[in-house]
């Protein structure tokens, strides 16, 4: 890993992604703008300003594509978890511009016939671009509504995600709505072209990030499941080999999504980590009973096919700043963490282990034996929180523990509570931003 160390002031990975996500923003909303200002004008004031909101809302759909389209570059940099909480909050500046949109053109058109709102809304339901884009709001709302905290923690990952999927359906219905809207899709022979290259890029994207690339990969490699080792009585190791695996883009600290077909259904996925560095022969995840799927893991007969999504993640040693590291787990959350350690040149590394007994820790012999070759520290810091004086995570106990703190590179993975915790730690010791690296495994 140390030779990845990125010297101070040169820029980042992730500021590398970062700007080239705001440039390729910056130069379609000025595009966009140009657009507007070039054939915007409606036929009277509310539907101009109506179109505007319009032909932004296609652009803002365009960006939601390409933030769940899992693009390998914009992922190793930024991180999954990254990208779709960035996804979440476009979602709902969409769903509001897509509402605007469509009050001002009713609005618009009432004005312009001078009758209801109501009358205007029935007759423009009788217009096949206007009916499209109706739909297609529609959708949007639902799904911005089973997206809203209370309803989502309600509902089964599986029956959000699918109702989720309708978005597909919506972005498909605006891409016709604009079609069928010639004064924004063909006003010139630039905006046709702009808009035909944004859609099939965005699309393009997608399917190939989401849909080409999983299965292509599956086809390639052949993953089988090669052995179910438990680990203690609700923690199992399953080793999956294939075919070529030295091909497969895979690092430390990654996670792939996986699916065990004839196992669980094939819609019941995990993200789990690779709890040991892909070594080209073979893949390991290490998971906790937490729930079915992962729960009946053990049961994974040994010969069977799995299929793998991935490997995704910012969460690796592209992103060192700094030669020194501090590794900081909780519970499960050391898989990454102990893949990472077999990366992790002699030298000066700290683990951090956070569990409430010596029992709970998972992979513990395997962590103290790599830890020790390479000269580095461990500290296993048990019990429960609260019950010996300051929490171990206390940004005092943090300064005790690792005096040099902010001299190094720091990567943190464990439940999220632990991990606000230690974050909010690192914020009042100072270190700075570029050397704290933090990844949620997660799907939604």
């Given at each position: 890993m140390a030779s990845n160390t990125v010297r101070r002031g040169t820029v980042t990975p992730v500021d590398a992604a970062r700007w080239a996500m705001w440039t390729f923003v910056i130069v379609n909303v000025v595009t966009v703008e140009a657009l507007f200002l070039s054939a915007g004008s409606g036929k009277n004031g509310v539907l101009?300003?109506?179109?505007?909101?319009g032909l932004h809302a296609a652009l803002l759909m365009l960006c939601q594509l390409l933030l769940v389209a899992r693009l390998p570059w914009l992922d190793r940099r930024i991180g999954m978890d990254r990208l779709t909480v960035w996804h979440r909050w476009v979602g709902f500046l969409l769903l509001w511009t897509v509402l605007t949109h469509a009050t001002l053109v009713v609005l618009g058109y009432a004005t312009l016939?001078?009758?209801s709102m109501g009358k205007t809304f029935v007759a423009l339901s009788g217009v096949v671009a206007s009916l499209l884009g109706m739909w297609a709001?529609?959708?949007i709302v639902?799904?911005?509504v089973i997206s809203t905290r209370?309803?989502?923690r309600r509902l089964r990952y599986e029956v959000w995600h699918g109702l989720h999927l309708l978005l597909y359906v919506a972005l498909g219905l605006a891409f016709?709505?604009?079609l069928e809207e010639t004064t924004t899709f063909t006003s010139s022979a630039f905006a046709e072209a702009y808009w035909w290259i944004l859609w099939l890029f965005s699309f393009g994207a997608l399917l190939t990030g989401r849909v080409a690339m999983p299965l292509w990969r599956n086809a390639y490699h052949q993953f089988r499941v090669a052995a179910v080792v438990p680990e203690s009585d609700n923690v199992v190791s399953v080793y999956v080999t294939g075919r070529h695996l030295d091909k497969l883009p895979a690092r430390a600290g990654q996670f792939c999504i996986w699916r065990f077909p004839g196992h669980n259904h094939w819609w019941l996925a995990n993200p789990f980590s690779l709890s040991a560095a892909p070594d080209g022969q073979g893949l390991r995840l290490t998971a906790k009973a937490v729930g079915s799927a992962s729960a009946g893991?053990?049961?994974?007969?040994?010969?069977s096919r799995a299929v793998v999504e991935g490997p995704y993640g910012a969460f690796t040693s592209l992103h060192r700043t700094r030669p020194g590291t501090l590794l900081i787990a909780g519970g499960v959350g050391i898989t990454p963490v102990r893949a990472m350690l077999e990366e992790e040149a002699p030298g000066d590394v700290i683990v951090l282990y956070r569990v409430r007994s010596e029992a709970d820790a998972v992979l513990l012999n395997e962590v103290r034996h790599l830890v020790a070759l390479r000269g580095g520290r461990l500290h296993l810091l048990t019990g429960r929180t609260g019950e010996s004086g300051t929490p171990p995570f206390?940004?005092?106990n943090l300064h005790r523990l690792v005096p040099d703190i902010t001299e190094r590179d720091v990567y943190v993975c464990g439940p999220p509570a632990m991990t606000s915790t230690v974050l909010a730690g690192l914020r009042d010791l100072r270190v700075p931003a570029r050397q704290v690296h933090a990844e949620k495994f997660g799907l939604a």
């Amino acid at each position: 890993m140390a030779s990845n160390t990125v010297r101070r002031g040169t820029v980042t990975p992730v500021d590398a992604a970062r700007w080239a996500m705001w440039t390729f923003v910056i130069v379609n909303v000025v595009t966009v703008e140009a657009l507007f200002l070039s054939a915007g004008s409606g036929k009277n004031g509310v539907l101009t300003v109506a179109k505007f909101f319009g032909l932004h809302a296609a652009l803002l759909m365009l960006c939601q594509l390409l933030l769940v389209a899992r693009l390998p570059w914009l992922d190793r940099r930024i991180g999954m978890d990254r990208l779709t909480v960035w996804h979440r909050w476009v979602g709902f500046l969409l769903l509001w511009t897509v509402l605007t949109h469509a009050t001002l053109v009713v609005l618009g058109y009432a004005t312009l016939d001078d009758t209801s709102m109501g009358k205007t809304f029935v007759a423009l339901s009788g217009v096949v671009a206007s009916l499209l884009g109706m739909w297609a709001a529609a959708v949007i709302v639902v799904i911005a509504v089973i997206s809203t905290r209370p309803l989502r923690r309600r509902l089964r990952y599986e029956v959000w995600h699918g109702l989720h999927l309708l978005l597909y359906v919506a972005l498909g219905l605006a891409f016709v709505h604009q079609l069928e809207e010639t004064t924004t899709f063909t006003s010139s022979a630039f905006a046709e072209a702009y808009w035909w290259i944004l859609w099939l890029f965005s699309f393009g994207a997608l399917l190939t990030g989401r849909v080409a690339m999983p299965l292509w990969r599956n086809a390639y490699h052949q993953f089988r499941v090669a052995a179910v080792v438990p680990e203690s009585d609700n923690v199992v190791s399953v080793y999956v080999t294939g075919r070529h695996l030295d091909k497969l883009p895979a690092r430390a600290g990654q996670f792939c999504i996986w699916r065990f077909p004839g196992h669980n259904h094939w819609w019941l996925a995990n993200p789990f980590s690779l709890s040991a560095a892909p070594d080209g022969q073979g893949l390991r995840l290490t998971a906790k009973a937490v729930g079915s799927a992962s729960a009946g893991l053990r049961n994974v007969p040994v010969g069977s096919r799995a299929v793998v999504e991935g490997p995704y993640g910012a969460f690796t040693s592209l992103h060192r700043t700094r030669p020194g590291t501090l590794l900081i787990a909780g519970g499960v959350g050391i898989t990454p963490v102990r893949a990472m350690l077999e990366e992790e040149a002699p030298g000066d590394v700290i683990v951090l282990y956070r569990v409430r007994s010596e029992a709970d820790a998972v992979l513990l012999n395997e962590v103290r034996h790599l830890v020790a070759l390479r000269g580095g520290r461990l500290h296993l810091l048990t019990g429960r929180t609260g019950e010996s004086g300051t929490p171990p995570f206390d940004p005092g106990n943090l300064h005790r523990l690792v005096p040099d703190i902010t001299e190094r590179d720091v990567y943190v993975c464990g439940p999220p509570a632990m991990t606000s915790t230690v974050l909010a730690g690192l914020r009042d010791l100072r270190v700075p931003a570029r050397q704290v690296h933090a990844e949620k495994f997660g799907l939604a």
